[in-house]
């Protein structure tokens, strides 16, 4: 019996969690060897090469908006003002929608993050309780997309909802998509 258990081998790889796992006699774990080896090498090879910068990484093809596309935006009112607006039956998704869009009219690249909607929804006395779940329902709507992981951007169906729920008023314009 002692004779079997010195024969058994075990070969295990990770590779983060991509795992290879090889066990049996030990003859036969060696006759992977050779194929692993190269295997490793070539992944050593890859690895060593240095990732192309982001610049050069396309991303998104990005072209240019015709003025006409997008109407001016009209100046940002505050927060607690435009959450105000939202009717009484206004649900969380709502609410994290909302804030959402609020943000992203305030950042550079025009996204929010959920932790950033759910602090802005939290300064002004109103607890979500799974705010993930909430930018997740949106996104199964359509009402949200993400931009890059873990920013998102709120949609053109996001944005007629938001004018829907502030019946007709969003940002103090006039109707979406009319």
Known sequence: MSGERDERARLRIDLAQRSIE????????ESFGERIECLLERLLAITAEPPPPLEEAPI???RPVPAE???????????G???HRLPNAATEVDRMLAAG??????????TFATADANKLLAEHGIKIGNPSQCVRQSAMAKRVFTFTRGRYKVSQEGRRHLDRLLDGGLAGRGRIGS
């Open 81 to 83: 003002a435009f959450l």
């Open 22 to 29: 090889i066990e049996g006699r030990e003859a036969f774990v």
């Open 69 to 79: 596309a997008e109407p001016p935006q009209a100046p940002l009112e505050p927060f």
């Open 101 to 110: 869009y609020h943000l992203e009219r305030q950042t550079a690249d025009g």
């Open 60 to 62: 998104r093809a990005e």
